[in-house]
């Protein structure tokens, strides 16, 4: 069974707090999930991320086999976005491929419900690292390069046992934040768009080109409260703070009679 192991933020933050070194830059977040159980190379693997105020860092534990292919994670960070893959095309480098899902023949990645992807960051030892924006507009539905280059380590093999790379929360459209929340999907694919069952979420369908869905999707950062759960905690504030000020008025009554018999 495909397990995720979270350390929080408040667990970070402990962290920093007993930390004799406060010269270093303060990691926020540490969370780490657990590839989807498909043997291979991403689906055996383990992928951490940590942030500071403006930049997301990530580690990418590898699994069993060679990293060969194509790692995508695509990223919600904002409102609106696309819920598949099947309208981009672009396929100018073996990265672009990877996201689009084609470069010949074609694969498709239906994402699942309440994920809508804004940008996608791709990286392979034999192809690099960037960040996209998935884009439409008046040049149609297209892949937009925000950032080549993303720090990606260990790119000499693909059979080292981990590999790291970074992203600015800007890259994906975020302010400078330590506080920062966005979901995320994965995909294993080579650079051609045939694609793997490999994953960090549930996956469906066939491998190769043809068609596969995502049944869940993960979270990284401080995932915002709903306005619901604001108006509660208000409320359960008001309702705390009368019922302290009803005891001590019943208190200071009663002391009031002692004192006057």
């Not at 940008?119 to 080549?148: C, F, M, P, Q």
């Not at 093999?157 to 920062?180: E, K, M, R």
Request: hydrophobic share 40%.
């Amino acid at each position: 069974m495909r397990t995720r192991i979270v350390s929080g933020l408040s667990l970070g933050m402990l962290a920093l707090a007993l930390s004799p070194c406060r010269g270093l830059a303060a990691l926020y977040n540490y969370q780490m999930y657990q590839g989807n159980g498909v043997a291979g190379a991403v689906g055996d693997a383990t992928l951490a991320l940590s942030n500071n105020t403006t930049t997301v860092y990530a580690n990418f534990v590898k699994g069993i086999g060679s990293f060969v292919d194509n790692l995508v994670i695509f990223v919600d960070s904002s409102a609106g976005g696309f819920t598949s893959t099947s309208r981009f095309s672009d396929k100018g480098n073996a990265l672009e491929s990877s996201i689009s899902g084609f470069k010949v023949s074609r694969s498709v990645a239906t994402f699942a419900p309440g994920f809508a992807a804004d940008y996608a960051i791709a990286l392979g030892v034999n192809s690099g690292s960037a960040v996209y924006k998935l884009v439409d507009d008046a040049t149609g539905t297209h892949l937009e390069l925000v950032r080549s280059g993303l720090n990606f380590v260990h790119t000499d093999t693909p059979n080292n046992p981990s590999y790291s790379f970074q992203f600015d929360w800007a890259d994906i459209g975020l302010p400078s934040l330590s506080t920062n929340f966005f979901k995320f999907e994965t995909s294993y694919i080579t650079g051609n768009g045939n694609r793997s069952l490999q994953s960090f979420e549930g996956l469906t369908g066939n491998v190769g080109y043809d068609f596969v869905t995502f049944t869940n999707y993960d979270t990284y950062g401080v995932q915002p409260v709903p306005e619901n759960t604001n108006a509660a905690l208000a409320v359960f504030g008001g309702i705390a703070v009368t019922c302290a000020l009803g005891n001590r008025l019943r208190d200071h009554l009663h002391a009031c009679r002692l004192r006057s018999k």
